[in-house]
């Protein structure tokens, strides 16, 4: 509920803003098999949520709870960014099959300020390495941390990404359970499928956006902590649907 109540908080703002060439604002669709938060999965069945978008000049976005400043322009082989973002595990916005609050679903919500970095290089930069830092700056107070490497355009419309978090002790114990230990949190395997109007499949000004996701949460007391009860690996399909208004 709290990215809902922040979608409607951008509706509010934007019309005193005023239109110009300088914003850009778009509208999102977002259902998935299943709803997982790094590694852990929060509730088992089908979801959808919807909400608009904004960016400013190119570099500050505004996508649900999530306020994200980029430093370099996408031409650039390096991207810089910093930001702040909910963390929650509420129940989505709607659940297309019923599900029950149990174990998986009972943690605070927080915030976290993030420092995002990503350099391309290879042929045509058809490759990247990254990393991301988040503080904790409401329930932990801890330090999260992830080391990404991918692949994306090597085929055509497409993606392949690889993650692993590191975390304190606190941080985990959020996401995992109380006998969770600092260290390797989770990783994934991701691939991604654009679909764009160039193709001639997508046939408004926007882009859908396909993800099959395969997470696993790692080492043997984050696995058996009460958030995870063993349920330590997941398969989750997504698709974003995105139609720029201007």
């Not at 703002?13 to 852990?40: D, E, H, Y």
């Not at 904790?136 to 941390?145: A, R």
């Not at 419309?157 to 359970?177: C, D, H, L, M, Q």
Request: charged residues 20%; aromatic residues 16%.
């Amino acid at each position: 509920m709290q990215s809902f109540k922040s979608c409607l908080l951008i509706l509010f703002i934007l019309p005193q803003v005023g239109f110009s060439k300088n914003i850009g604002m778009s509208l999102g669709a977002f259902v998935n098999s299943s709803s997982v938060l790094r590694g852990a999965q929060t509730w088992s069945k089908p979801s959808f949520m919807a909400g608009p978008s904004f960016t400013l000049f190119n570099k500050v976005s505004v996508r649900g709870p999530s306020l994200q400043y980029s430093h370099f322009n996408r031409e650039s082989p390096f991207e810089l960014g910093a930001g702040v973002s909910l963390i929650d595990d509420d129940e989505p916005l709607l659940a297309l099959s019923g599900q029950d609050e149990d174990y998986r679903n009972q943690r605070e919500s927080t915030w976290e300020l993030q420092l995002n970095f990503k350099y391309k290089f290879g042929f045509f930069n058809k490759f990247f390495i990254g990393a991301m830092v988040g503080k904790d700056i409401d329930e932990t107070k801890g330090l999260y941390s992830e080391l990404q490497l991918g692949v994306p355009g090597l085929l055509k419309y497409t993606s392949f990404e690889y993650k692993i978090s590191f975390a304190e002790s606190a941080v985990n114990r959020y996401y995992y359970g109380p006998r969770a230990i600092s260290g390797r949190g989770w990783q994934e395997i991701s691939f991604k499928y654009v679909m764009l109007p160039s193709a001639g499949i997508v046939p408004w000004n926007g882009v859908v956006i396909n993800t099959l996701a395969y997470s696993k949460v790692l080492q043997n007391q984050n696995k058996s902590a009460d958030y995870i009860r063993l349920r330590d690996t997941n398969l989750v399909f997504s698709s974003v649907f995105i139609w720029n208004l201007f």
